[in-house]
Structure formats: C-alpha cells, structure tokens
C-alpha cells in the first residue's frame, strides 16, 4: 500500500529537468551530492525491482552475498552518475578528474577518417564518454540512441545540450542502421550500447559470469557490411569526482561468412561479453542494468517471438515507469531535500510535530453512522499483517456498536496472491460479520489511489460524513491526502493508543519526510502551473 | 501461393531479398506484394534492411540513403521497394 506514497507527475517535464539542472548547477557539486544519500536511501527502500536486480548482480560479481551496505553503494553509484550527467552535458568538466586509457585507439581512428562503431555498455556512465568527444572537437561522433522508448532522456538532451542532441541517430524503422552505416562511411565514430537486446532484434547466446545471456548482433554485423573497425569503450566511476575512460579494439575488421555467420557473430559476442566481465569484476558498482540479467535476456531468446516481443515491452513500460518516477521524483525530492536543508531540518521537524500530533491526539471512538472506510496494508505472506488486523478489528468494533454501519475496505493486489481487500473481507467473515454490509475496492495500490477510488464508490455526496479507519502513524497522511482530494473524513484511529517504540517513531518520521516531499511536490506543481500533474493527486 | 502474381521485375527483387536475406522458409514467389515487409508481414528489421540496401547497391548500381520519410514509403512492401528500384537502378 505504501510503496509509492504518491505517485507524483507520471511524466517528465521540462520543468523538472529544468529544476534538476537548476540544483546541479547552482547549489554546486558537493551539496548536490550531498543530497544523494537521503535519495538513494529512498529509492533502496522502495525501489524492490531495482533492488533485486542489483542483489542478483552483486552476489554473482562480489561472490558472496551483497549486504544492504553493498546495494546502498550500488544504487548511490547510480544516483551519483546521473546528477553527473548534468556537468557532463553542459561541458563543465572542471569539477572532474578524468584518467584515459588507450585514448590513442580514438585519436588514431579519428585521424584515419575512417569511422568506426564504439561500443559501449550500460557499465558506467556513457556521458562520461560522451563528453570526452565534446572536448576533443576533431573526434566526429554520433550515437545510436533509442529516443522513443526513452523519451525522457531525449528531453534531457534537448534541454541541456540542443548541439549534442544533434547527433543522435534514433533507433526506430528499417533505415536505422543504413543512417549508421552512412554515417561510418563519412567517418564518423558511432557510439551504441551492446549489453541490451530489445524487441524484436536478432540476438547470440553468450557467457558472462558463467551464465548464460543474449546479446544483440546489430553493432558487430554492421561492423562486418561497413566493414569498420569496433572500438570498445568504457566510461567507468570511481568514486569522489573520478572517472576512468577505458578504450580498446575488440575488431580491426570483422569478417563473416554468410554459412557460419551465426556461431562467428557468437564468438564475437563472447568476446564483448569476456571484457564486459572483466570490467564488471573491477567496477561492480557501475553495473546499471538494474533487472535480473541472467533471467530475463536468455529466457527472452526461447520464448516463442509474440511471447518474448510482450515480456520485454512489459519490461520497457516498468523501466519507463522509473526512469520517469527518477526523474520528477528525484527533482521534487531534491528540491524536498534542499528546503529541509534550507531550514536546517525546521520543515521535517514542523511536520513531524503535526503528525505525530495527529497519531497522539485522533479518538479511538466516533459517533458518525454510514460508510467505515479502512484502507490496507500490504499482505505479509499473503496473510493480513498486525497493522492490518488492527484496523479491521476496529472497524468490526464500529459495525457492532452501530447497525447503521457498513464496512468499504480499499487495496489492491501489492505483491501477493490476494488483494488486501478480499484478504480484509475474508478476515471479517471469519470474525462473524455478515457479508452483505462488506464492500470492497481492491483495484487501488497506494494511499493516494485508494483515496480516489474511495471517492468514487461513495460518491459525490460531501455531506454525508463517513469514517476513515487506518493506524494511527498514517492518520496525518491519509488525512492530507483526503483534503487533497476534496474528501473530509472523520478520522479514527486503529489503536487505543500511540506507543512510543522506536519502530513507531521511524514510521512517524518516515511519514513526515513522504509529507514533506508531498507538499514540496504539490507546492512545486501549482507554482509551474502543471495541471495535469496536479490532477492526479486533486 | 499468393492471390496476386509478381511481376517479372519484382520476381527477380523478391529473389534478392530471399537470398540475401537467407529466408530460408519462404518462396521469392509467395512473397504478397502488397504485403508490409518489416516488423509485420515479412518481419524484417533493421538489420535486414542494411543488408537489402547493400545489396541492391551492389546489384542496381544506386546507394539507398537513409532519408526517413522516404524509405518508409520504399521499404513499405515489395511492390514499392521493386518500383523504386526500377526507377533509380543504374544497371
């Protein structure tokens, strides 16, 4: 229920990026940086995909199993990359320093006029890369980018830097790689990444790590129909403001033979695959595909086509989905956090102090008749958790008291078999009420959307009073959620009383740092004038 | 077989791009000349296409540029691929 507290704007913005870019370059490097760590903290606890996905990579690189240390390094290497993007896009490299190795592997082709493929992978920061070209004014490059699966990105692009968004060849339509290969013909030095295969592409078995993955043919077959050389290239992170450039050749010409060409792509793809090994073992930390790997790419190659086309769309919406939640949740986040900064901590204090207030201070007891809405708490084992029994238990207690009573229980399917609805609706049939003053609303997956969809099933009658029944760490909340949406509820709350145990007052703070991003959130919304961002959590 | 015939010239493109192609399940003559040839129909992608490109270039004497308004109409189907060949080809 609580995994994203509030859906903020579903999409980027160029308000957002222009907020992002704002912060990074005028709050300067340091505090911005400073700001990764409550961030990346953040999406370490609620980012449970992303999560996985490093564990899964970390346990086979470190060879032992990650701690929560190792996965915090892991996603903060991450975050650190991507607020770099922002210096890296504009030019301002000063603030880093950067080691080259095998530079000349670049210069020499770049020399030569004759293009070639660079090959990189989501292994580091390719904008690290990127802007290495930028400054070497003479080294002519373009780069192979997947604009509409990565819209966001595009307009990052855009926005910070119009000249390097002209050299983006969009990936997309049967004259994608004959642009490439134009291109390599005129001497440019294509850039791609190599380590993700996406729909409907043609694709070899590989090694890495000992298992098995697939990896695209394009950037190797369009090497051997060019007939260029393929440079690999690493941008890797190392902490602090240090970067490593990493260059080599992987082909100096590839030659294929139209019976074995299948089995000489693979050994070519293994290849790239052994030094993607050996520089995943050195850099763990800049391994960016945030998924499991080994599962999902091979398993990708057995399936029937129709079959595997859909799992990876289904995957390209879920990375969508956080690249857009990272993008206007780490901006209004950021912003959260420099105005908590700002006030040295007084803001978080403030709505501490109202929330706590509000689970001290709301009755145990109401008088309202109608509607007894209790919102749901995700399943543990698919078994209702004891937050969750406490606010159904109450609201049984309510139903008895007073038969004018009914009971709408609100949440979706979150990770288990069940909905929480139906799990509450069983829990209450087995406590002996009867189950026609039982309704439920079990399409809803957070705080926000199970407010809206309360809404609906009540309907637009505001005068009629209705009670909300949650616990009493996330009263002040659902409350300002509510009024958010328009709906004034008679708040009652699940326990007799606040205990103070240290789980409780974390959970306090937890829900005063998700209000204060709400309203920072809200107040940013109004004041860029967003209406359509703002509809969602009005 | 499909409904409509091939016309000679688009028999012989059909015969290009099957061996080219290495579309070792299909005919060049069951090729539906109206019908798309990439992503549906003959699901060809992008890889393909700089193989055909490469390929004409070799055959035809003309390069394919990779102008986009132009090649989605080009690489639209057999038909329009073999007219615009037949309108640009050298040899």
């Given amino acids: 229920m609580s ?71 892991h996603i903060h290497c991450f975050a650190a990359t991507i607020l770099d993007r922002v ?58 980018m997947n604009t509409r699966h990565n819209p966001l990105m595009t307009r ?87 970067y490593q450039l990493y260059f080599e050749p992987l082909a100096e010409q590839v030659v294929l033979d139209r019976r074995h060409r299948q089995e000489q792509l693979g050994v070519w793809g293994q290849r790239y695959a052994d030094r993607l090994e050996h520089y995943a073992r050195d850099a763990p930390y800049n391994w960016f595909n945030f998924y499991d790997y080994w599962q999902e790419t091979p398993s990708l190659l057995i399936k029937s086509k129709e079959g595997w086309v859909r799992k990876i769309q289904k995957m390209q919406r879920r990375f969508a989905r956080q690249r857009a939640m990272g993008w206007d949740g780490l901006g209004t986040l950021l912003l959260s956090n420099i105005l908590l900064l700002a006030t040295l901590g007084l803001s978080g204090l403030w709505l501490f102090r109202q929330v706590w207030r509000i689970a001290r201070d709301t009755p145990f007891q109401v008088v309202e008749s109608g509607w007894v809405v209790v919102l749901g708490v995700r ?119 606040l205990h103070l145990a240290p789980l409780v007052l974390w959970r306090l703070a937890l829900e005063a740092g998700y209000l204060h991003w709400y309203k920072v959130g809200r107040a940013w919304a109004l004041w860029t004038g967003r209406h359509r961002s703002l509809a969602r959590i009005t | 077989m499909s409904l409509e015939a091939l016309s000679p ?36 992608d992008s890889i393909d296409a700089l193989e055909l490109a490469l390929a004409i270039s070799k055959n035809y004497g003309f390069q394919m540029r990779s102008d986009e308004q132009q090649n989605q109409r080009v690489f639209a189907s057999l038909r329009a691929l073999s007219a615009h060949i037949a309108e640009h080809r050298v040899h």
Avoid at chain 2, 23 to 44: Q, S, V
């Fill in chain 2, 9 to 44: 010239f688009e028999l012989e493109v059909a015969r290009l791009l099957v061996e080219t192609l290495h579309l070792e399940d299909i005919k060049p003559e069951d090729i539906a000349p109206e019908e798309p040839l990439f992503n549906e129909g003959l699901g060809l």
């Fill in chain 1, 87 to 144: 210096y890296f896009l504009t030019g301002r490299l000063e603030h880093f320093e950067i080691e080259v190795f095998g530079g000349q592997w670049i210069l020499d082709q770049a020399a030569s006029g004759r293009g070639c493929i660079l090959l990189g992978s989501h292994l580091g920061s390719f904008e690290a890369l990127r802007a290495i070209g930028l400054n070497l004014k003479h080294v002519p490059i373009r780069i192979l």
């Fill in chain 1, 379 to 497: 399943l543990q084992g698919d078994q209702v958790s004891s937050d969750y029994a406490c606010r159904l238990e109450r609201a049984a207690a309510l139903c008895r008291a007073d038969s004018q009573r009914r009971i709408l229980l609100v949440g979706g399917q979150t990770g288990g078999s069940v909905s929480e609805a139906e799990r509450g609706r069983q829990f209450l049939i087995k406590k002996g009420l009867p189950i026609d003053l039982l309704s439920i609303e079990d399409q809803s997956l957070h705080t926000l959307d199970n407010l809206r969809r309360a809404r609906q099933v009540l309907g637009e009658d505001r005068t009629q009073s209705w009670v909300l029944v949650t616990s009493r760490y996330h009263l002040a909340r659902s409350e300002i959620l509510a009024r958010g949406l328009g709906l004034h509820p008679v708040l009652c709350a699940a326990e007799e009383h």
């Fill in chain 1, 156 to 242: 990052l692009l855009d926005a910070l830097n119009p000249a390097l968004a002209q050299t983006i060849i969009p990936v997309g339509g049967p004259e994608t790689l004959l642009k490439v290969q134009e291109s390599v013909e005129q001497g440019y030095l294509v850039g791609a990444l190599g380590d993700r295969v996406v729909p409907g592409e043609k694709a070899v078995h590989c090694r890495f790590f000992g298992q098995d993955i697939a990896l695209p043919i394009a950037p190797i077959l369009l090497a051997a129909l060019a007939g260029c050389p393929v440079i690999l290239c690493f941008g890797l992170y190392r902490g602090g403001n240090r």
């Fill in chain 1, 3 to 73: 995994r994203q507290w509030v859906q903020l704007p579903e999409r980027g913005s160029v308000w957002t990026l222009r907020l992002i870019r704002w912060i990074a370059l005028h709050i300067g490097r340091p505090a911005s940086r400073a700001l990764l760590y409550p961030i990346t903290l953040y999406f370490l606890m609620t980012a449970g995909e992303a999560r996985r996905g490093s564990r899964l990579f970390l346990r086979q690189a470190l060879k032992r199993e990650p701690s929560w240390r190792d996965q915090f390094r």
